[in-house]
């Protein structure tokens, strides 16, 4: 084929899948009578590229018309066992002429590499077919339109171009066909200055590489070819463009070092957390998916560094330079260390991570397989950040891939949906929208369901009325969800925030301080109380003494001395400093239980808490003196140390009856849902539902180890919440453990201990008590409510 003549005009197209066979033939019946009128055999060739469905029956249809059939693939072996590829043997026998190659669609949805194009280019060419192959630039240069953004989209096109005339004969026959991905469908195609000298480039480049080779660079629609000696000369200096990527693999190590470094001191920073209560959750648990993200940092370092050893190479006289230097670009393309990066400066920005590149849910049924990844979870959960670096050159060829409607204007209907229905997944930033609303509309963190904030951080607004249009239409997708894009053009969002050092960083991702969001008074129920005046608590009784007459006394014997002692390292650290009140029916039923079975120093430390009301000083002196003498008895009935700023007594403020609650809601002071907490099935008792329903009217943090119950209100305001309502449910901190009363050795006659049928039966019968008929305010009493 040495002797070939290059075309001066080639001409043709793909259907891709837009034609089924039957079309293809009603095609090729208007078009092969036209064909006897275009001009001689060398000055136009004209092909067509229809499915391989088609073929067969096209090759039949054409006969010996002037068209050149082509196949949209072809695989890189002649035979073999590869399923569903096809043979290039095979289209030759069929009579095919043309196979294309590397086309954006195939690279961006089936992987498509330089190294699989340039494999099939020459499987091709070795059965006598002509590849096209196509070849373009994703990014746009920054100086598109003059000379050297050519130079530097023809620099992009370098690993394409020359890993294909690498690959085939030097007399074989090649087209190349530009097409700048980041122009398809684009308002406006390239201009043509940039496109002369892309081509010029490319074709000077593959002189230089292959000066035997018959090129055909023939771009499609309306790109053309010159010559362009600079560029030769460039790519002649082997040299330079080698220490180029050396230098810039050596910057990537740098960076990447850095980054690992600052995740090694996050993690130190977890681990170093106080210990409140219980031993903290360790790092990989207490920011779920951080070892998952540190270990794909660290493959890229890998990479990188592997990358270098290669450039050591240079120095061996059997080194192919610029063999060697193509390998690396294509392997420095591959690099992701810039999108781990840009995750981890964006997360050092916000506060309170819990999660690096974790897994959410997007359906219920299928919790496991259909799932989306959020790069970031900051603000404790409260809020998903998304990075999405797609161009905007890239989501112009996605939107014509959709349908999008290039023609029309600012005056179209905002309210008209902008995309064919079932489209929108042909755009990655409209699927991730839908993905991530999927996933949070089935997520809750605090009674709310978290806000989804994408990070676009390669794509402005203002500057183009279609990507301002689609942006827009996809922000109504978020419904319940409050969704936000931020693009690089915003000027108060997360990407035009300056990244904190990481010292600044560590103070804000990390929660050292647990009480941080506690009111100054605080709502404390019955439990607190049991632990405040537990035998357990004050006095060191091991596992082995002889007072533990019940497996619970066991259980709470062990944890003090694993986690103890629990007033030092849990309860006094939360609530000293501050004022502590509780409803009258919590006061009540602690002090029932207290004086009915409590030992003599448990039933001292109960008065201790409370005072009677008859006894309730009057002035500031008075009080102040009556909290010292409290103090000063409770140091007396307890081994530990009692802290000066603990605030005794527990005042009392009341009860919230059914009735109370009614007229709360309907003041607007407590939301409608809060009426269902106190209704049957609810799982709670009046008790619990007066407590918890007082702390969320006062606004105040409620105190209480008693997890189940604060489980189920949370269960029963997330799941009766109306779509739409801001409603935020009761501040409530979950104190890691529980104490029971020693209590005294049980004596003959005294009744049988109550069955958890007895305890559920006394629940239930206590909200039905609690929500009497309407006007009925008598509280529960303590005896008819559980214990």
Same mark, same amino acid.
Not at 512 to 519: C, I, L, N, Q, Y
Not at 722 to 727: C, H, N, S, T
């Given at each position: 084929?040495d002797?070939?003549?290059?075309?001066s005009?080639?001409i043709g197209?793909s259907t891709?899948?837009?034609?089924?066979?039957?079309?293809t033939?009603?095609y090729?019946?208007?078009?092969l009578?036209r064909?006897?009128t275009c001009?001689?055999?060398?000055?136009?060739?004209i092909?067509?590229?229809?499915?391989?469905?088609?073929?067969?029956? /096209?090759?039949?249809?054409?006969?010996t018309?002037p068209l050149?059939?082509g196949a949209?693939d072809c695989?890189?072996?002649d035979?073999?066992?590869y399923?569903g590829?096809?043979s290039?043997?095979?289209?030759?026998?069929?009579?095919?002429?043309?196979?294309?190659?590397g086309h954006?669609?195939?690279r961006?949805l089936?992987?498509?590499t330089d190294?699989?194009?340039?494999?099939k280019?020459?499987a091709?060419?070795r059965?006598?077919l002509i590849?096209?192959v196509?070849v373009?630039e994703?990014?746009?240069?920054?100086?598109?339109?003059?000379? /050297?953004?050519?130079q530097?989209?023809a620099?992009?096109?370098?690993?394409?171009v020359?890993?294909v005339?690498?690959?085939v004969?030097?007399?074989?026959?090649?087209?190349?066909a530009y097409?700048?991905?980041w122009a398809?469908?684009a308002?406006?195609p390239?201009?043509a200055?940039h496109?002369?000298?892309?081509?010029r480039?490319?074709r000077?480049?593959?002189i230089?590489?292959?000066?035997l080779?018959?090129?055909?660079?023939?771009p499609?629609?309306?790109r053309?070819?010159?010559?362009s000696?600079?560029?030769?000369?460039?790519t002649?200096?082997?040299g330079e463009?080698h220490?180029?990527?050396?230098?810039?693999?050596?910057?990537i190590?740098?960076?990447?070092?850095?980054?690992?470094?600052?995740l090694?001191q996050?993690?130190?920073?977890?681990d170093?957390?106080?210990v409140v209560?219980s031993?903290?959750l360790p790092?990989?648990?207490?920011?779920t998916g951080?070892?998952?993200f540190e270990r794909?940092?660290l493959s890229?370092?890998?990479?990188?560094?592997?990358?270098?050893?290669l450039?050591?190479?240079?120095q061996?006289?059997d080194?192919?330079l610029?063999?060697?230097?193509?390998k690396?670009r294509?392997?420095?393309d591959a690099?992701n260390?810039k999108?781990h990066d840009l995750v981890?400066?964006?997360?050092?920005?916000?506060h309170?991570?819990?999660?690096?590149?974790r897994?959410f849910?997007?359906t219920p049924?299928?919790?496991k397989?259909?799932?989306?990844?959020?790069d970031?979870?900051?603000?404790?959960?409260?809020?998903?950040?998304?990075?999405?670096n797609?161009?905007?050159?890239?989501?112009?060829y996605?939107m014509t891939?959709?349908?999008?409607d290039?023609?029309d204007?600012?005056?179209?209907?905002p309210?008209?949906? =902008?995309l064919p229905?079932?489209?929108?997944n042909?755009?990655?930033v409209?699927r991730?929208a839908?993905?991530?609303?999927?996933?949070?509309?089935?997520?809750y963190h605090?009674?709310r369901?978290?806000?989804v904030?994408m990070?676009?951080?390669?794509?402005?607004?203002g500057?183009n009325h279609h990507?301002d249009?689609l942006l827009?239409?996809?922000r109504t997708f978020g419904?319940?969800?409050?969704l936000?894009l931020?693009?690089?053009?915003?000027?108060?969002?997360?990407?035009?925030q300056?990244?904190p050092s990481?010292e600044?960083a560590?103070?804000?991702?990390v929660i050292?301080?647990?009480?941080?969001?506690?009111?100054?008074t605080?709502n404390?129920d019955c439990?607190?109380?049991?632990?405040?005046?537990?035998?357990?608590s004050?006095?060191?009784i091991?596992?082995?003494?002889?007072?533990l007459?019940?497996?619970?006394?066991?259980?709470?014997?062990?944890?003090e001395?694993?986690n103890?002692p629990?007033?030092l390292?849990?309860m006094? =650290?939360a609530?000293?400093?501050?004022?502590?009140?509780?409803?009258?029916?919590?006061a009540?039923t602690?002090l029932?239980i207290?004086?009915?079975?409590?030992t003599?120093?448990?039933?001292a430390?109960?008065?201790?808490?409370f005072e009677a009301s008859?006894?309730?000083?009057?002035?500031?002196?008075a009080?102040?003196?009556?909290?010292?003498r409290?103090?000063?008895?409770?140091?007396m009935?307890?081994?530990?140390?009692v802290?000066d700023?603990l605030?005794? =007594?527990?005042?009392?403020?009341?009860?919230?009856?059914?009735d109370?609650?009614q007229?709360?809601v309907?003041?607007?002071?407590?939301?409608e849902v809060?009426?269902?907490?106190?209704?049957?099935?609810s799982?709670l008792?009046?008790m619990?539902?007066?407590?918890?329903l007082?702390?969320?009217?006062?606004h105040?943090?409620?105190?209480t180890s008693?997890?189940e119950?604060a489980?189920?209100?949370?269960?029963v305001?997330e799941?009766?919440r109306?779509?739409?309502?801001?409603?935020v449910g009761?501040?409530?901190?979950?104190?890691?453990?529980?104490r029971?009363?020693?209590?005294?050795?049980?004596?003959?006659?005294?009744?049988p201990?109550k069955t958890r049928k007895d305890?559920?039966?006394?629940?239930v019968?206590s909200?039905?008590r609690?929500?009497?008929?309407?006007?009925?305010t008598?509280?529960a009493t303590p005896?008819?409510?559980?214990s």
């Open positions: 084929m002797t070939v003549t290059p075309r005009r080639l197209l891709k899948m837009y034609f089924s066979p039957s079309r033939k009603e090729l019946d208007a078009l009578p064909l006897a001009p001689g055999p060398h000055a136009i060739d092909f067509l590229i229809p499915d391989f469905l088609s073929l067969p029956a /096209a090759v039949t249809q054409t006969g018309a050149l059939l949209q695989y890189a072996e035979a073999g066992a399923t590829e096809v290039p043997a095979s289209l030759a026998e069929l009579g095919v002429r043309i196979v294309e190659l954006a669609e195939r961006r089936f992987g498509e190294a699989s194009t340039a494999a280019a020459a091709a060419a059965n006598g590849p096209l196509c373009g994703l990014d746009r240069p920054l100086a598109a339109g003059d000379e /050297a953004g050519a530097a989209a620099e992009a096109l370098r690993p394409q020359e890993s005339l690498a690959a004969p030097p007399a074989a026959e090649v087209v190349l097409e700048p991905v398809i469908g308002a406006e390239a201009a200055e496109v002369l000298g892309v081509v480039a490319v000077a480049m593959a230089y590489t292959n000066p080779k018959h090129l055909n660079d023939r499609h629609g309306h053309q070819d010159t010559e000696d600079s560029f030769a000369e460039e002649a200096n082997q463009v220490a180029e990527i050396l230098q810039q693999c050596q910057s190590v740098g960076r990447i070092s850095t980054l690992i470094d600052e090694q996050l993690k130190e920073v977890v170093q957390r106080p209560g031993k903290p790092w990989n648990q207490a920011i951080l070892g998952v794909l940092v890229e370092k890998r990479n990188v560094d592997n990358m270098l050893k450039c050591q190479t240079a061996d006289d080194t192919d610029e063999v060697l230097n193509n690396l294509t392997k420095l690099c260390y999108f981890w400066s964006t997360a050092k920005k916000c309170n991570l819990v999660g690096l590149r897994d849910s997007r049924a299928n919790r397989t259909d799932t989306v990844i959020v970031a979870v900051v603000s404790g959960g409260a809020e998903w950040i998304k990075v999405v797609t161009t905007e050159r890239r989501l112009f996605e891939d959709a349908g999008w290039w023609e204007d600012e005056d179209t209907d309210d008209e949906p =902008p229905d079932g489209s929108e042909d755009i990655e409209a991730f839908r993905q991530l609303v999927a996933a949070a509309s089935i997520t605090d009674y369901r978290p806000t904030r990070l676009l951080t390669r794509i402005r607004e500057e990507v249009r827009n239409y996809i419904g319940e969800i409050d936000t931020e693009t690089a053009s915003d000027t108060s969002g997360l990407l035009s300056p990244t990481i600044d560590l103070s804000h991702l050292t301080e647990p009480f941080r969001d506690f009111t100054t605080l404390v439990s607190v109380f049991m632990a405040l005046a537990s035998d357990f004050h006095m060191a091991g596992p082995n003494s002889d007072l007459r019940s497996a619970q006394h066991l259980i709470d014997a062990r944890d001395v694993e103890g629990r007033l390292t849990t006094y =650290p609530i000293t400093g501050r004022d502590l009140v509780c409803t009258q029916d919590a009540d602690f029932k207290a004086y009915d079975i409590g003599e120093s448990e039933v430390r109960a008065r201790i808490l008859q006894d309730a000083p009057v002035d500031a002196d009080r102040e003196a009556d909290s010292k409290r103090l000063d008895e409770l140091r009935l307890s081994c530990y140390a802290p700023d605030r005794l =007594p527990i005042r009392t403020v009341g009860t919230i009856t059914w109370k609650a007229k709360l309907e003041a607007h002071e407590l939301p809060a009426l269902v907490v106190g209704q049957k099935g799982g008792n009046a619990n539902v007066s407590s918890f007082y702390g969320w009217k006062a105040l943090t409620t105190i008693n997890w119950a489980k189920r209100l949370k269960t305001i799941a009766n109306v779509a739409g309502d801001d409603v009761p501040q409530i901190w979950r104190i890691p453990f529980a029971k009363l020693l209590a005294k050795p049980k004596s003959s006659g005294l009744p201990l305890r559920k039966r006394e629940k019968s909200l039905q609690w929500a009497a008929e309407d006007g009925q008598e509280k005896e008819t409510v559980a």
